[in-house]
């Protein structure tokens, strides 16, 4: 994927993004086994998640082992809370993520060390259950900007600011579509439907937009035209 910018990154950044896990009784662990064998064999750079980590109970996050247990990318684990971890004890999924590794950034942003150096890695607070301040995520960014929001709504909150590419989840492309994908209904805080799922160019600010299906499942067991995602991204510059 080409990120658009001033300036060329020193070499292609390996990312492995993934949202919406759910952790909890409606996704299987087998899931969470895959995405972590997809990961190693990639060797990111980064690893980055777009919230929802768990589902219906905060301790549900524990199934996350089968995910985070020996991942251990060279420039750090990075991710935002969705609407499901505020809705429940984020503090708990806080601690219980740093503990493998994964830092969560609520609208603030982090440099990623060389040789990537030029690029901030900036979380967006959860648009539809949280308070979104762009103002103060954006304050000590770098040249090159990627943000992570749980849901696409995020976008609505960044105004004129510059960034580059805009990484979020929330939608499950539907969880249930039409044969041709299109989703029958999206969750509410899903934002504009033209951002629902899959690769966008932003009509404004000509930023990469990458929503994702999600790996995990609420409400239902099952997924219809619309199956679980790990993203596995180069970025280079043009």
């Known amino acids: 994927m080409p990120l658009r910018h001033?300036?060329?990154?020193?070499?292609?950044?390996?990312?492995?993004?993934?949202?919406?896990l759910h952790a909890g009784p409606l996704t299987s662990p087998t899931l969470f086994?895959?995405?972590r064998d997809a990961l190693l064999d990639f060797q990111p750079h980064v690893v980055l998640f777009g919230g929802d980590f768990v589902s219906l109970h905060h301790a549900n996050v524990a199934a996350l082992s089968e995910l985070?247990?020996?991942?251990?990318?060279?420039?750090?684990?990075?991710?935002?809370?969705?609407?499901?971890?505020?809705?429940?004890?984020?503090?708990?999924?806080?601690?219980?993520?740093?503990?493998?590794?994964?830092r969560?950034?609520?609208n603030s942003s982090v440099r990623l060390a060389p040789?990537?150096?030029?690029?901030?890695?900036?979380?967006?607070?959860?648009?539809g259950t949280g308070t979104p301040d762009a103002e103060a995520m954006f304050a000590d960014a770098a040249?090159?900007?990627?943000?992570?929001?749980?849901?696409?709504?995020?976008?609505?909150?960044?105004?004129?600011?510059?960034?580059?590419?805009?990484?979020?989840?929330?939608?499950?492309?539907?969880?249930?579509?039409?044969?041709?994908?299109?989703?029958?209904?999206?969750?509410?805080?899903?934002?504009?439907?033209r951002y629902a799922k899959g690769h966008h160019v932003h009509e404004a600010s000509g930023a990469s937009i990458l929503v994702s299906n999600g790996l995990g499942m609420c409400d239902?067991?099952?997924?219809?035209?619309?199956?679980?995602?790990?993203?596995?991204?180069?970025?280079?510059?043009?």
Request: glycine letters at 10%.
């Open 104 to 106: 969560l950034l609520v």
């Open 143 to 193: 040249l090159h900007r990627l943000v992570l929001s749980h849901s696409p709504l995020g976008l609505e909150s960044l105004g004129d600011h510059d960034y580059h590419l805009f990484l979020a989840g929330h939608t499950h492309g539907g969880q249930i579509a039409l044969p041709n994908g299109r989703p029958i209904i999206l969750p509410r805080g899903s934002g504009n439907p």
């Open 6 to 20: 001033r300036a060329a990154l020193s070499e292609p950044l390996r990312i492995g993004f993934l949202s919406d």
């Open 115 to 127: 040789p990537f150096e030029t690029l901030s890695l900036c979380g967006l607070d959860d648009p």
């Open 220 to 238: 239902l067991p099952v997924r219809l035209a619309a199956p679980s995602q790990v993203h596995l991204l180069t970025l280079t510059t043009q």
């Open 33 to 35: 086994r895959k995405a």
């Open 68 to 102: 985070l247990d020996g991942l251990q990318p060279s420039h750090g684990m990075f991710g935002v809370f969705g609407n499901h971890d505020l809705w429940l004890d984020d503090a708990f999924i806080r601690d219980a993520l740093q503990a493998w590794g994964v």
